[in-house]
């Protein structure tokens, strides 16, 4: 059971580049969101998706754009990159049910653009 | 909107003694979950406890305890024999409960600003 992964690990792009963060999942949750979290700053919610083909903007969802065709993954593209979009992504997944709390996260992806 | 609030940008504390990290969070709703996560440097986000707003009793996890305070709006970690593996950057977090009542807060949590924790040997 690997969780919840993520790739890259790192990436440089440079200004007006595009490219797309993978996630995906084996726990089968229905729950996924994206947050970036700037230096020194907590996690702000981008995108969430409460099923396959579900998907709704977040706190800060300017310059993504999101997909959900499969419960497993939830990729994030970033259409012409900007210096402000320097951060750290993080992926995470939940079960829907009542009596789940937790959130679990993605390693994370360091981008830098330039 | 539902704000939290760390004042604490970073702690210290010697290796084997007590400390306490600080929240405090803004809501109008009465059903809600609280969360303390850990971010060590790795990045992995590592939850280390929770508390339900309905519950008086305050949360404890082994040496993690928590000081809820619901009327002030409160949510302090308190770290007990605190070892140099607590050395992290600490985020409180809210989130709704409403969903549970066919609400629309999706499960979002809301973080406050992190508090980076040092621990001295």
């Known amino acids: 059971n690997a969780g919840v992964t993520q790739t890259p690990k790192f990436r440089i792009l440079k200004i007006g580049q595009s490219m797309t963060l993978q996630c995906t999942q084996d726990m089968n949750h229905n729950y996924m969101y994206w947050y970036r979290q700037d230096p020194g700053m907590g996690l702000k919610l981008i995108y969430y998706s409460v099923g396959a083909g579900i998907t709704d903007k977040g706190e800060v969802p300017n310059g993504y754009n999101v997909s959900r065709s499969t419960t497993e993954d939830f990729p994030l593209r970033l259409e012409l990159a900007a210096p402000s979009q320097t951060s750290v992504y993080f992926c995470?997944?939940?079960?829907?049910?009542?009596?789940?709390?937790?959130?679990?996260f993605g390693p994370g992806t360091r981008l830098t653009v330039t | 909107a539902q704000t939290v609030t760390q004042s604490q940008p970073e702690m210290s504390v010697q290796e084997a003694e007590t400390v306490t990290l600080s929240c405090t969070y803004d809501?109008?709703?009465?059903?809600?979950?609280l969360f303390w996560y850990k971010q060590p440097p790795s990045r992995q986000m590592i939850l280390v406890i929770r508390q339900e707003a309905y519950k008086q009793q305050n949360a404890t996890e082994n040496r993690f305890s928590v000081n809820f305070q619901k009327a002030a709006k409160s949510f302090s970690l308190k770290i007990s024999d605190s070892q140099l593996g607590d050395a992290a950057m600490y985020f409180c977090a809210y989130r709704s409960a409403s969903e549970w009542a066919g609400g629309t807060s999706y499960g979002k949590l809301t973080f406050g600003q992190g508090t980076i924790l040092t621990v001295h040997p």
């Open positions: 995470a997944s939940r079960d829907g049910s009542a009596s789940s709390y937790e959130q679990y």
């Open positions: 809501t109008s709703e009465s059903d809600y979950y």
